[in-house]
């Protein structure tokens, strides 16, 4: 059964510059300052936890930092729920999955011990690849949302080749935009749907649009459920066009 929680703050990110979190992982004061302030923010807006976007170690030392911080902040949670009326926080954490990362640089066995569960943001490989199978079957899926421009209009399947982002986009459209452009451009033309990848797709001339419909969806969260996972995350709900995609993963 998928799990739903309350609104957990999200802290880090790509965003984020290396350095910044090296520097914080290195040094115990930042690290409580760090740790307090994520707890204080939670308190304030009475959310149920933190959510923590792990940057990938470039080190075995931020590796190990970052297993401390885990730990840290594992022991200030529950102590702040054990000097308090309130309920303890949920900690999860985000990481990026790539099939050309290694996770070993990651503190797994840290991550287990003191981590209520692990978001995998594996955005770049399709839900039923060999590459993204092992790591999904434990953990989660998200959404793909991308435009590209092709060689070969005839030939606009999955995996066609592409020159570059399609024209007028940097390569990035949500859910909600892709449906108007879909509407205005080309309303006529079917989106399609690849069991193979579980991906939807819609070509018009050079431009071809991968993303997840309805039918992507759909098999996502039966994946999730079929696998017993804890649950799955898109980025973002606020992307979805008059909540279809949310109707569609609730009804499941």
Not at 22 to 35: A, E, P, T
Not at 197 to 218: K, L, S
Request: charge should be neutral; include cysteine.
């Amino acid at each position: 059964m998928i799990q739903r929680v309350g609104i957990l703050p999200c802290v880090g990110g790509s965003g984020v510059s290396y350095s910044t979190f090296s520097s914080m992982v290195s040094d115990s004061s930042y690290r409580k300052s760090f740790i307090n302030s994520s707890i204080k923010v939670a308190r304030l807006y009475g959310l149920q936890g933190i959510d923590f976007y792990l940057s990938y170690p470039e080190t075995n030392s931020d590796g190990f930092n970052m297993g401390i911080l885990l730990q840290e902040w594992r022991a200030a949670i529950d102590s702040e729920a054990r000097n308090s009326n309130n309920s303890k926080l949920i900690l999860t954490a985000q990481i990026p999955y790539s099939p050309s990362v290694s996770s070993t640089s990651y503190p797994i066995q840290t991550m287990q011990k003191h981590l209520d569960w692990v978001h995998v943001v594996s955005e770049d490989s399709p839900l039923l690849s060999r590459q993204s199978l092992q790591a999904l079957m434990q953990l989660c899926m998200t959404q793909v949302i991308y435009a590209t421009g092709m060689l070969n209009p005839v030939n606009n399947g999955v995996g066609t080749p592409a020159t570059g982002p399609a024209i007028s986009t940097d390569g990035f459209l949500t859910y909600k935009q892709i449906k108007y452009y879909i509407k205005q451009y080309a309303p006529d033309v079917r989106v399609r749907y690849n069991s193979t990848y579980v991906v939807n797709y819609w070509t018009e001339g050079t431009t071809w649009i991968g993303f997840d419909d309805v039918e992507a969806i759909t098999a996502k969260v039966s994946y999730a459920k079929e696998k017993k996972l804890l649950g799955y995350f898109v980025w973002e709900v606020s992307f979805d066009d008059n909540w279809v995609l949310s109707r569609t993963a609730v009804k499941l």
